[in-house]
């Protein structure tokens, strides 16, 4: 299945949802039950947006776009912190409004039993989703799977307290479970933000990956050959490196083109999928702007 179909699975569980929970907060009058019915309303909206983002994330390069467009899902996981931030503060307000003026919760068990049934409905499709996001490396399945994952436990904790509120009486326990959920909705945003502004901002592959890299460099650096000049950057999926190649002057270029043929293999095995730039130069002269090195890659 490709990720757009994943994508599709998730809006229908979100449309489900929202039926559900809204439901639920009708038949109750609980802010816990609607701060839960909230969060389904931002799932649907950012699972249409980043459908429409990774379809654009997947179109081939083209000549305006020649490196991909692999950061088209960096908006995506931006949006989605953007809104869901917007949801924790709209059920803070509504907590504090309760707070404020209390108001007797009705049919808690109904409302409750419909809330379990979305949970299971999201729960199912949040396993699916992080399992595709692995297999696809898409940030795109991997934010909408955490994001759906936290509902399932925000939605069993909040059923419990309201189950808890039908027990004892305590009608403050309400709104105070929103708040709880709004705060926690509040993290999962900043990491989704985090994220996309990593993306957004061009970081270095991970550690390991650049370990690799400078392992299959050291491996090829001969009397006369080294390397120096190492950059690396991840874009979504796409993964790249560059970097210089020196080699004895009075080689001819048939020889240097196919040294470095050899290095770009032996980088293309030890990281699948990166695309490699390396810039072939003499020993002892870098291009105009750098300065001269011998520090080693
Ligand atoms: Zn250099």
Redesign the pocket.
């Known amino acids: 299945m490709k990720v757009a179909h994943y994508l599709r699975a998730s809006i229908a569980a979100a449309v489900a949802t929202i039926v559900l929970k809204t439901a639920a907060w009708w038949l109750t009058g609980s802010v816990g039950l609607l701060s839960d019915a909230m969060e389904s309303f931002v799932n649907l909206a950012a699972a249409v947006f980043a459908l429409a983002m990774v379809t654009i994330a997947h179109a081939p390069a083209d000549e305006d776009h020649p490196f991909g467009h692999g950061k088209a899902e960096y908006f995506s996981s931006g949006f989605e912190g953007l809104l869901i931030l917007g949801a924790a503060l709209a059920i803070i307000w509504a907590a504090v409004q309760r707070l404020l003026l209390p108001e007797p919760l009705d049919r808690l068990g109904l409302g409750v039993a419909l809330s379990m049934v979305s949970s299971a409905i999201n729960g199912g499709v949040a396993w699916m989703l992080l399992r595709a996001a692995r297999e696809h490396d898409s940030i795109a399945l991997e934010a909408d799977g955490r994001h759906l994952m936290t509902d399932v436990w925000t939605s069993i904790g909040v059923a419990a307290g309201v189950l808890l509120v039908s027990l004892t009486g305590w009608w403050w326990l309400d709104p105070l479970l929103a708040i709880a959920v709004a705060l926690n909705i509040t993290r999962e945003a900043w990491g989704l933000l985090r994220r996309s502004i990593d993306g957004l901002m061009d970081r270095a592959l991970s550690e390991a990956e650049q370990a690799a890299i400078r392992r299959v460099l050291a491996e090829h650096v001969r009397e006369g050959i080294r390397f120096?000049?190492l950059r690396t950057r991840r874009a979504a999926r796409d993964k790249f490196c560059q970097f210089?190649m020196?080699v004895p002057g009075r080689w001819s270029l048939w020889l240097a083109a196919s040294r470095r043929a050899a290095v770009e293999r032996a980088l293309s095995q030890a990281v699948p999928g990166l695309k490699v730039t390396i810039e072939l130069?003499p020993q002892s002269v870098?291009p105009a702007g750098?300065q001269e090195?011998q520090e080693q890659a």
């Open positions: 120096d000049h210089h020196h130069l870098e750098l090195t």
